[in-house]
């Protein structure tokens, strides 16, 4: 009979790798904002602006001060303190001259920019003044005050022009109109957003947000508006008698804050859960999502989107500048560009490179040869196992499937052993790897349930640490499982928000519980 031979299958590691983000160009594009400059401010960031002309300064609005920083340099370029009490929500007017900011003094303040006096304060207010804007005509100012009312000013006699006092709680967000100074939104704790003429000074248009509205928004055109309260986004069509267009629920804490960037193409979206989210205004999908070390209530970012701005509840603003290219190399090459090239070899030569063949893993050779407790110390090796764990799990469930893991172990050196006990540690609580780890946790304890006597006093020390590792897991596992129990009950007694999902709670929960199941070791 003649011999076929079959080729050698290779172990499968693609399983236990770490799902990976799909590398798209918003992603690219964003990434190169570079790391973050942390710089530290005595209160709570309420407000950042940029200012619309170079050099871009912002102004981050904290405690009784606005703090207007160079975002080249990350450092304080002027100081603004004339208040008494908490400054709010500083913005820039269009031309980056003057600054309008509210205040817990229940008045509005004009300052100058270069000089930081203060040029106009106006009061009528009889609560604090949380949001203020320049209206598109720069001639008038808008106030959203707790005293449930909006306020259009004049800025050159200082008067109010007119008052809107239909919210019935806090007004904490508005936005005026990118294409009249005579339409104003407005947003309010209860749970409205409404849209005045001041023209008529009538409301023409209410909508239900359904939570406390943090932030709303224009979108250039003036015919859309956005509403953030709560964990959703919501888009508004004002043509439309104030249709909805799309919900967005991609944060699990209150979103504070909502941008636009990339020449108004991408919706940014600030949140408490830590996290500022990037949609594509034309699909409202996320295509990117940056991470912050604490709850961020404001953030900004300039003009072609150079430098991203974020403020966080603890006082610390979050600095990120675009990486620019270096010019060095095309200053180099322009020096060069006439320079003859004397790399390039004759169009007769021919180069002929040794063509090396393609050599596996070190372990799957072991494998080929049946030396099982060889291609274990392989991948045992301390850079394997710590930085590819996935290799190790790997090679591991192939000698599980072969069913000669316990030669492999019995054979390992007390070194190795030392190893495998510290893989088994490290990756106990990793998902990827729990099943497998406990399915070989078992099998070493069948190799030496009686010799574990005879290990070195470090791997014995490290065995008993695994034994309360295990003892620690389960616990966590039993408290899991109480924790699904009450969570399981509240939402079969109760009118529960499509945004929360029992049944996607539940495939997070489920495999905790059967994590308990397969932890069977003698402990």
């Known amino acids: 009979m003649a011999h076929v031979s079959y080729p050698f299958k290779k172990i499968n590691k693609a399983v236990y790798k770490k799902p990976g983000s799909n590398l798209t160009q918003d992603v690219v594009y964003w990434k190169k904002l570079g790391l973050p400059v942390l710089v530290k401010e005595f209160g709570a960031i309420d407000y950042v602006d940029f200012s619309p002309i170079e050099p871009y300064y912002f102004a981050a609005t904290c405690s009784v001060r606005i703090q207007i920083y160079d975002p080249i340099t990350k450092v304080v370029a002027k100081n603004i303190a004339k208040f008494r009490e908490a400054a709010y929500g500083g913005v820039f007017r269009n031309d980056g001259r003057l600054l ?33 804007y320049f209206t598109k005509d720069q001639v008038k100012i808008l106030s959203f005050s707790d005293d449930k009312s909006v306020c259009l000013w004049d800025i050159a006699t200082e008067e109010k022009i007119t008052t809107f006092a239909e919210h019935t709680d806090y007004i904490r967000a508005g936005a005026p109109s990118p294409i009249s100074p005579d339409i104003i939104l407005s947003g309010s704790y209860d749970h409205t ?71 108004n193409s991408r919706l940014m979206s600030a949140s408490l859960d830590r996290h500022v989210k990037i949609y594509d205004l034309a699909t409202f999908k996320v295509v990117h999502n940056i991470d912050f070390p604490n709850a961020v209530l404001s953030m900004a970012i300039s003009e072609n989107d150079d430098v991203l701005a974020v403020g966080m509840i603890d006082g610390v603003i979050s600095i990120r500048k675009r990486e620019q290219p270096s010019k060095l190399m095309d200053e180099r090459r322009g020096l060069f560009k006439f320079a003859p090239d004397h790399t390039q070899t004759s169009s007769v030569d021919v180069v002929i490179t040794k063509q090396k063949g393609h050599t ?13 407790t060889k291609a274990l110390n392989e991948v045992l090796k301390t850079y394997v196992a710590t930085k590819f764990p996935e290799k190790t799990a790997a090679l591991i469930q192939e000698l599980l499937r ?118 069977i ?3």
């Open 100 to 132: 309008v900011a509210g205040s817990e003094e229940a008045s509005i303040k004009i300052f100058d920019v270069q000089s930081k006096n203060v040029l106009r304060v106006f009061t009528g207010h009889t609560g604090p003044v949380h949001r203020t």
């Open 193 to 263: 957003v409404k849209l005045y003429d001041c023209r008529s000074n009538e409301t023409v248009l209410t909508v239900n947000h359904g939570s406390p509205v943090e932030s709303t928004l224009f979108l250039p055109s003036g015919g859309i508006f956005i509403s953030a309260g709560g964990t959703e986004i919501k888009i508004w069509d004002i043509f439309n008698g104030g249709k909805l267009l799309a919900n967005i629920s991609q944060h699990h804490k209150t979103v504070t804050t909502l941008r636009l960037a990339s020449n």
């Open 360 to 372: 596996g893993p070190q372990c799957d050779k072991f494998l080929r040869k049946m030396e099982f």
């Open 402 to 519: 072969r069913k000669v893991l316990h030669f492999a172990i019995s054979g390992l050196s007390e070194k190795d052993i030392g190893a495998l006990l510290k893989y088994f540690k490290r990756n106990l609580g990793e998902t990827r790897f729990t099943r497998i780890v406990i399915d070989a946790a078992n099998v070493f304890v069948d190799v030496f349930e009686n010799h574990i006597n005879t290990f070195s006093e470090h791997n014995l020390w490290l065995y008993t640490s695994l034994q309360e590792d295990i003892k620690d897991e389960i616990e966590v596992c039993k408290r899991v499982s109480e924790l699904e129990g009450a969570i399981g009950m509240l939402f079969s007694g109760a009118q529960v928000s499509t945004s929360y999902d029992p049944l996607d709670l539940h495939d997070n929960l489920a495999p905790s519980s059967k994590a308990q199941k397969e932890i």
């Open 521 to 523: 070791i003698d402990v």
